[in-house]
Structures are given as C-alpha cells and as structure tokens.
C-alpha cells in the first residue's frame, strides 16, 4: 500500500531519474501512475478544432468534447469526478499549460484519497507541461489531433501560431482560426512581457499560398521588432518596410495592440483593418473603439503620405476587446443572414453571462459558424479575445 508520504516520497525518486525524462509519454504515464499508487491514467489530447479528446493509447476510445463528462472538465477547466464502469471512481482532470487547454487526464482509483486527487493534480501539471515541450518536435502529438490532411499555406502558417490562449491574474488572450487545414491569409498572435499584453490580428489579401507568405513575414517582422523593445508604430513599421521589400506586390490588413497590464490602457494601430470591439458589462459599446483606418501594410503605406496613427483607451475591469477578421461577421447563421456585429457581440454577451470561460466562448462560437456553413467558410475567420482585471483583484 502507498501512503502520502511513501507515494510523495516516490514521485520525486521518479522525477529525479533522469531516464525517465527520455520515455514516450505513454510509458511515462504508466510508470509515474504506479510510482504514485494511482490504479490507471490515460491522457486525451483535443483535436486541432476542439471536437474530440483523444486518448494516447489505443485501448480506450476518443470521446466527444460536447456532452461527455471527460469534455465537462476540458470545456470549463475544473474537476469532475464520475463512477468508473470497472469499479471505483475517474476523476477527470483539466490539462493545461499555464492558460491554455490541451486536454483532460482521467485519474482511475478505487476510491478517491484528498492523496490520490493530489497526486493525480501533480501529474496534470506535469504532464501539461510536457506535452506542450514533447509536440513541438514530435509528429506523433500532430498526428493524434488532426483529423484531416493540411493544406500547405496552412502548414506554414501554423508553424508560426503561438498557443491558443496565454494569461496571467490580469489579462487573458485567447483566439480560434477556421477553416483549420485550410487557412489563406489569416494568422493571430499574443505574447507577455512583465508589463504588456500584446496581441496581433492579420488578414492577407488573397487566399493562397503568396498570402499565408504574407502573412508569416508581418509576424515575423512583428515579432523582431517586439522583442527589441519597438513601440507600436515601429512595430508597423517593420512590417511594412518587410513586406514592401520581401513581397512588394503582396499587403495585409491588421490590427497590432498593446494593453498594460497595470493600468488597463489599451493602445492599437488600425492597419485597414474592421475596428475592435469593446463590451463592457454584458453590452456592446457601439464605435468605442472604431477610428479612422490608417492603409493597410506593406507598399501601400509607404506610398501614403501621412504617419502611421497610435489610439488609446483606458479599459475597466472586466472589459472584452475583440480582435477579428472579416470572414467572422461575413459568415452565414443558421437562418442563412450574415453573422453581423451584433450577433457576433451578442454571442459573447449571452455565453459571458452564462458563466463561461473565454476560451470556451470562442470554441462554441467558431463551431456555431462552421456548423451552419453549407460547404465551408467564404473566408477565414479569425477572432481573437483579450479580457482585462486590474492587479487589485
């Protein structure tokens, strides 16, 4: 019989041997269970769109993220814990890596030990951070969550994507873009630094491979000038210059934002792009954020004649800017209308007030578009989702 404190006492002999690090995953599971007296684990990967979790092994099937107990615990990141078919108990635990989702790790015990829920808590931790390390280089990881062929530009794309959500206590950034193995020119993009969230959206003329090119150079060109300390418009600038130079006959559209996590101001240059939305208590604030578009980047902005423009609101606790494409209000409902802002915020606004997290109001809102598409989407569509908490919270 393990303990608390002979099967604590195991899981730092397990982790301190370094052959273990060298395991696939599955075995390392199996044996990191047993060190920590739990009867059986099984890690569920979601697919690339987040219908499915996928199991690492072949013994147990996938299971539905909509409508399954494993998907009530990936869906609002919290515990659940049901009767298991072969007796005792499944606790099924969130997967994350910081603030984005991966999957769910089911925790099968014959009864449920504050012990066993946390050790199976410190194997989630682990494991989320393993997978996030092992699926930059492992095919096997793209394999088990992609359900179909990708197309090429959205190969390359992808390649350049960070994860879908990142966060700290102050601020959350979370995106979902469609049509997932068909991407053209839309790309997102979010980092953290100590003080600023900051987040990118981008749509590239055309929908082909010169535009997921396109597209992969202004991110690139982004992300230099971001990681050298450039303020907003040089960071414009970069892009431009990059593209003008690299693909002159080749421009995008976008929206490059900067939020300070201290005092909530957000800062953004509008390159051609739809302006962003702010709701605020649970209503759409209508042309809050909407401004005169500069041209969009790349040749077109270097034959303007005026400079690039920089605008700044103060954000409130609590408030949601949305980032996004035209490809999302241009899209067609159930009821065969256009999407249009107002669905598209209200949309947000219901399923907020419903209690659900952003991540999650997202993935509902993406499959909504997608379910009542007749083929597939006219256009990319990319939303992208920052909420805001002052530090006092």
């Known amino acids: 019989?393990?303990?608390?404190?002979?099967?604590?006492?195991?899981?730092?002999?397990?982790?301190?041997?370094?052959?273990?690090?060298?395991?696939?995953?599955?075995?390392?599971?199996?044996?990191?269970?047993?060190?920590?007296?739990?009867?059986?684990?099984?890690?569920y990967l979601a697919d690339l769109q987040q219908h499915e979790l996928v199991p690492l092994t072949d013994v147990v099937p996938a299971v539905s993220v909509d409508g399954s107990e494993a998907g009530?615990?990936?869906?609002?990141?919290?515990?659940?814990?049901?009767?298991?078919?072969?007796?005792?108990?499944t606790a099924w635990l969130p997967l994350l890596d910081g603030a984005e989702r991966l999957g769910v790790l089911a925790v099968h015990c014959p009864e449920l030990t504050p012990a066993a829920l946390r050790r199976g808590r410190a194997l989630s931790t682990l494991l989320g951070m393993l997978v996030t390390s092992r699926r930059a280089y492992k095919d096997s990881f793209v394999r088990l969550?992609?359900?179909?062929?990708?197309?090429?530009?959205?190969?390359?794309?992808?390649?350049?994507?960070?994860?879908?959500?990142?966060?700290?206590?102050?601020?959350?950034?979370?995106?979902?873009?469609?049509?997932?193995?068909e991407l053209g020119g839309d790309a997102f993009d979010h980092a953290l630094t100590q003080t600023t969230l900051h987040a990118t959206v981008l749509d590239a003329m055309g929908h082909d491979l010169p535009a997921g090119l396109t597209s992969a150079v202004a991110l690139a060109a982004c992300r230099s000038g971001r990681?050298?300390?450039a303020d907003l418009p040089e960071l414009v600038k970069n892009v431009d210059t990059a593209l003008s130079t690299w693909l002159p006959d080749q421009f995008c559209t976008g929206i490059l934002a900067q939020l300070d996590l201290q005092s909530g101001v957000l800062r953004w240059c509008n390159c051609g792009h739809p302006p962003p939305l702010l709701i605020r208590d649970q209503r759409l604030l209508v042309d809050a954020l909407a401004r005169e578009a500069d041209p969009p980047m790349g040749l077109p902005s270097l034959l303007a004649d005026r400079a690039r423009q920089c605008h700044e609101i103060a954000l409130e606790p609590g408030d949601r800017v949305l980032m996004y494409t035209d490809g999302v209000t241009e899209s067609r409902t159930p009821d065969g209308e256009e999407l249009g802002l107002n669905r598209f915020a209200d949309f947000v606004i219901r399923?907020?007030?419903?209690?659900?997290?952003?991540?999650?109001i997202l993935r509902r809102l993406i499959h909504s578009l997608l379910g009542s598409q007749p083929g597939r989407l006219r256009d990319d569509a990319t939303i992208l989702l920052m909420e805001w908490w002052p530090p006092t919270r």
């Open 1 to 43: 019989m393990v303990t608390a404190d002979s099967g604590d006492g195991l899981l730092e002999e397990f982790l301190a041997d370094p052959d273990n690090a060298r395991l696939d995953l599955s075995t390392l599971v199996a044996r990191c269970a047993k060190a920590l007296g739990l009867q059986q684990c099984v890690v």
């Open 72 to 89: 009530w615990a990936y869906r609002t990141q919290s515990l659940r814990v049901t009767e298991s078919e072969a007796g005792g108990l």
């Open 145 to 181: 969550t992609r359900t179909e062929p990708m197309q090429l530009p959205a190969e390359m794309l992808r390649a350049f994507l960070p994860p879908r959500t990142i966060g700290t206590a102050q601020a959350v950034s979370t995106a979902v873009l469609e049509p997932a193995y």
């Open 227 to 229: 990681r050298t300390g």
């Open 351 to 360: 399923a907020t007030a419903a209690g659900e997290l952003a991540p999650e």
